[in-house]
Each structure stands twice: as C-alpha cells, then as structure tokens.
C-alpha cells in the first residue's frame, strides 16, 4: 500500500515539476516477464490457493523475491532500480531469516487496524521470537489512513526508489539526473580516504558491543558505562581547541595515520594478559577519544582535496550514510562474534580496521599545508588566528550557533528517548533497538537524498530545513501512543538529519579555506560534543520536573528554535555578490551570503 501511494503521488507531481509522463513509454525494460511471474506468484499464494503445504506456500514467496531480483538486475540502468533493488534485498533477507514470511509487530499491526490472523499463507504474519525483526513490518500507515497497512524499512526503500525512477524518467526537476555518488568509484584518492574511515567505523561499533559485555563481565555499574562514554568523547571538546592548529600546520594525511597507529596499538594491548581491567578499558576509550577527535577532523578536512566541489556534496552523503550502516550493522557483527567466539575476536577486528585504515591512508596523496613549517604561527597564535577567523566569518559563526542549538536538543533527547519507549510507550527493552535503527535507517536515506536536493536547492536552505524536519518528527513522536508511529516518524527525523549533516559538512568544507580548514571543522566537533553534554546534563531535570513526554517535546521545540535560527544566520550568497572576510594571514576569505 506505501509503494500504491507513493506511486500514485509521484504521477500526480511528474507535471508539477516539467515532467512529461509519455516519456515512459518510451522505457524498454527487460526480461518483463520474471516481474510478471513474480506477481503472479504472490497473488496466487495468498489470494487464490493460500490452503496448501505450508512449504511449498513459503518456497514460493521466496521464489518471487528472487524473480524480481533477477528482473532488477536485468534493468539496473534504469535510474532509481538500484534502490528498489536494496529495499526487496532487505525484504528478502527478513523474509529467509524467519522461514518465509515477513515479521510483523503485533504493536504496527494493531495500529494500523489489521488482524492477521486465520487459515492459509501470509505472506506477512506475527512470528513468535523474530529474527532480524528490525527489518520486518514494524511501521504502520494509521486506521484513518485510505490505505492503512504496515510496511518495513525495505518497502521504504522500495518506495523511495520508484518514486525516483518516475520523476527521473520523466525528466521531472524534483529530482535532476543524477547524484554523483556513483562517479566517485573513480576517484581513486576518495576511496582510499572513504574506504578508511568506513573500515574503522565498522570496526568501532563491534567494538563498542565487545566493550560493553567485557565491562558487565567485570560487575560494571551504569556509572562505569557512562565513565567509558566520557572517557571517550570528551577529549574532542579539548581537541577542538587545542588540536585543531596541528591539523592546519602539518600533514593531515601523517596525522590520520599517526592515529590509526596509535588506536590499533591500543586495541590490540586489550588482546594481551587475559581478560582486561576495568582501569584498562578506561585508558583504552580516553586513546580512542584523543586520537579520534584527530583523525576525523583531519579527514573532514581533506575531502575537499581529493574531490572536486561539484561532487563535494555526494562525497560527504556517502561518508554519512557508510557511518549510519556501520551503526546499524557493526552491533550486530559484534553480538554474533561475542556470544560464540568471546570479546577477543571483536577487539581483534577493531585493532585490525585501524591498521587496514592506516595501510589505505599511506597511498593517498594530499597537497603539502597551506602554511610552510619556517613561517607557521605558533599553537597559541593559530589558535587565537582561527578563532578570530570563525567569529568574523558570518557563515561559520552561524552555524556553529546553530549547532549548539540542536545539539543540546539532541542531548535532552538522547537520555529520555529509551525511558519515553519503555515507560510512556510500556514497550520492551528489545524496542530500544527498533527506534535506533529507524533513525539510522532515515539518517541513511536522507544522506543519499541530499545530493539530489543540493542540485535543486541551495545548501544553506536544506539545513535548515532538515533540522526543521527533525523538531517536527520529535515533536510529533512525542504525542503518540504506539511505537509504530513513533519508528515511523524517527525515519521522518532521520531523514531531515541526514539532508541537514551533508548539507552543512559540505558548506564549511567548501567555503573554508585550506588553511582554516582544519580548526573549523575540529572547533565544530567541539561545539556538537559540548552542547551535546549540556543537553543530556538538562534531560534529568527537565524529565524529572515534566515526565518524558513533556521533555521530548521541549527538544522538539528546541530543534525548530534552531531550524529558525539557521533561515536567520545561514543564508546563500546573494546575486550581487558575496562578503569576504579578511583572515589573519591574508588567506583567501571564505565566500558567504
């Protein structure tokens, strides 16, 4: 019923924005009849013969995934197929894992009206004990709805990408051809760079499940977990400050490998002398947090060196999406190699992904710092210099407040979002990981859609927007009364703040110049980790003085305070030019509105 709606839209709007329907009779697809059979299949199990043998029922549904795979892969050119193609995987995927039926949950489908209960095949059905539930029919279209029905994070996809397929087809300027993340496979310096960051990522969060089992092996109170966290990313705060000149003064690429060296070395020490302390995982997270808060600004910093600025915007959609994947997945590879092989594999990766970061990082070349070692401030003066640099530059220093904003939002939201699902939504402590992973999966969509907006509007406007979309999907959420509701509208919220995270990375990466490039980015790191902290040290006030519910609404609000800020600070160059603001060293001035 979602694809239904979201086709039907989508021929409503093609001549809204210049498209020409009749261009899809001009579209040969291919091997048409595997979709056709596919079809024919579903509607037969469960429509015309759905009495029968239960296996054969199921052999079938996963035999149609598996046509239409094929038909896909048949017209992969086709432009948006791509997506449908990761949706029906997904589907694909939940459907094997728990013997051919999709998974719903009892909660989607009770308010989304339905009851799924009775003789013969489903093709969707409550499963006792779910595996990969996640990936099931977990949201749900509301009973007012025309077309009330649940749906899963692959009928997301599924819809996303047909609604691209039509508007791009039909040349629509909704959507302009194409994003540019598939060119950048080219770019052989971008996937060294990309492929580093993307193996750590994965690494860090099977570490992160590995660290918190050995820490609960070890009797670990709530406040030895949240000392780890601290540990962790506090010292960006201090980077940001002080680290941010080294990152402008000497090679970034020595700097990155500097760090993976020295995390991979720390990581693999948890591997040697038994079982590691309490006081050892301590001194390994502060490694982690210190050479952490180097590397990605470092990495930040370059992407503008490897990647022309036309494709800036699509670089950084698939930098934040590979993270967001990573957050989803790294977790459960972590889970699966704990519970059968111990905490020792999953440190052993994590050391491993450093190292195979650093090897990919030695290849890539980067342009020599814009400042030579004779002539170079010293820390105390670059550091004043970059300062001077953010408060006079208008672009930088809006954002930067705008940043505060929603990230003390983030933090109000961040510690109340589990005790608003298991207490004001009396949900399951196994529920935690569907709000997650549908943030997760929204942040994934909304990083693939920014480049696509970014040609239709400009940057400046789509970050504000999508943190305008985010307080309106807190906000919301915050009224519900079931968690099917609530998943559906984190996607909605997901989506804003990936739009958002791309959009506002590319604009300080493209406007800064080189020699600040550095200090900026790592001051921003500085500015999320520190207003994140302030928002989370308010959240047990204000849950405790409110209730939940009334906390994550004040987080939505702030999220729009801060979508208004941004229309008011971050604006586009203007047609008559742009303001240039002077830096300390007579560098060229970053270009604002």
Request: glycine share 12%.
């Amino acid at each position: 019923m979602l694809l239904l709606c979201v086709v039907l839209l989508s021929v409503l709007t093609v001549p809204v924005f210049g498209g020409r329907l009749i261009e899809l009779a001009e579209v040969r697809f291919r091997a048409i009849w595997l979709v056709a059979a596919a079809v024919a299949i579903q509607v037969a199990i469960v429509t015309v013969f759905p009495e029968g043998t239960p296996w054969v029922h199921k052999g079938a549904h996963l035999a149609s995934y598996l046509l239409a795979g094929c038909f896909l892969v048949a017209n992969r050119r086709v432009p948006g197929l791509w997506l449908v193609a990761v949706g029906g995987g997904l589907n694909l995927l939940a459907i094997s894992a728990n013997g051919g039926v999709m998974p719903v949950m009892p909660g989607a489908a009770a308010a989304a009206g339905l009851s799924i209960a009775g003789a013969g095949f489903h093709n969707s059905a409550v499963v006792a004990a779910p595996t990969l539930s996640f990936l099931g029919d977990v949201f749900a279209l509301p009973t007012w709805f025309p077309l009330h029905n649940v749906f899963s994070v692959g009928d997301i996809c599924i819809a996303f990408g047909a609604g691209t397929a039509l508007h791009r087809i039909c040349g629509s300027r909704l959507i302009p051809a194409g994003s540019g993340i598939a060119d950048l496979r080219h770019n052989r310096p971008f996937m060294r760079l990309w492929g580093a960051q993307a193996v750590s990522d994965l690494g860090d969060w099977v570490y992160a499940l590995a660290v918190a089992t050995a820490l609960n092996a070890r009797g670990g109170t709530p406040r030895t977990f949240a000392f780890v966290l601290v540990l962790q990313f506090a010292p960006s705060a201090v980077v940001g400050a002080l680290g941010g000149p080294l990152i402008d003064r000497f090679s970034r690429r020595k700097i990155m490998i500097l760090a993976d060296v020295v995390r991979a070395t720390a990581v693999a020490s948890l591997l040697v002398g038994g079982p590691p302390s309490v006081g050892h995982l301590y001194a390994v997270a502060f490694v982690l947090g210190l050479f952490g808060a180097l590397f990605l600004p470092s990495a930040q910093a370059s992407l503008p060196n490897v990647v022309p600025e036309d494709r800036l915007v699509a670089a950084n959609a698939l930098v934040t999406s590979t993270f967001h994947l990573a957050v989803m997945g790294g977790p459960i590879l972590g889970a699966l190699l704990v519970s059968h092989l111990g905490v020792g594999p999953a440190f052993a990766i994590n050391a491993g992904s450093f190292a195979v970061s650093a090897c990919l990082l030695q290849g890539l070349r980067l342009p020599a710092p814009a400042v030579e070692d004779g002539s170079a401030p010293g820390p105390v003066k670059a550091m004043v210099e970059g300062i001077r640099y953010m408060l006079a530059t208008p672009l930088v220093r809006g954002i930067f407040l705008v940043l505060g904003f929603l990230m003390v939002a983030s933090g109000i939201k961040s510690p109340i979002e589990p005790l608003f699902v298991l207490r004001a939504l009396g949900q399951p402590v196994q529920a935690l990981g569907l709000v997650g992973g549908a943030w997760g999966v929204g942040m994934v969509l909304g990083s693939l859609v920014a480049p696509l907006a970014s040609r239709r509007w400009a940057r400046e406007r789509l970050f504000g927007a999508g943190i305008a979309i985010v307080g309106a999907a807190v906000l919301a959420a915050s009224r519900q009364a079931s968690l099917a509701s609530v998943l559906l509208m984190w996607v909605v919220a997901g989506i804003g703040n990936g739009v958002g995270t791309v959009s506002y990375e590319s604009l300080l990466q493209e406007r800064v110049p080189d020699a600040f490039r550095g200090r900026v980015l790592a001051a921003s790191g500085a500015i999320l980790d520190g207003a994140f902290i302030t928002g989370a040290l308010a959240a047990g006030s204000l849950g405790a003085s409110y209730g939940v519910r009334a906390a994550l609404s004040i987080a939505g609000v702030i999220f729009i305070s801060a979508a208004a800020l941004a229309g008011a600070l971050v604006a586009p160059p203007t047609a008559s030019g742009s303001e240039e603001i002077s830096s300390p060293q007579a560098e060229p001035a970053a270009r604002v509105g």
